[in-house]
């Protein structure tokens, strides 16, 4: 079947086939790679790497508090 032989409805029923295939191909990408963003993060937390990270922040985030509270009284 040539394009040309096609109604003016038929195009636009192809046109928006197109659309929804590239938009569902860039999903899936996107799901792929929120998957494997989320893989990462989870080795990286239990990672030793990761663990030293989360005691330092928590160090800072208490020394912190500890300052704001001085500063209050």
Not at 46 to 71: F, M, N, T, V
Request: proline content about 0%; charged content about 40%.
């Amino acid at each position: 079947m040539d394009m040309s032989e096609l109604t003016e409805q038929q195009m636009k029923m192809v046109l928006a086939f197109v659309k929804a295939k590239e938009f569902t191909d860039k999903l899936k990408k996107y799901e792929a790679r929120q998957e494997k963003f989320k893989k990462s993060v989870k080795k990286y937390h239990l990672s030793e790497k990761g663990k030293i990270a989360r005691r330092e922040a928590s160090k800072r985030y208490y020394q912190r508090k500890k300052l704001k509270s001085q500063s209050n009284l």
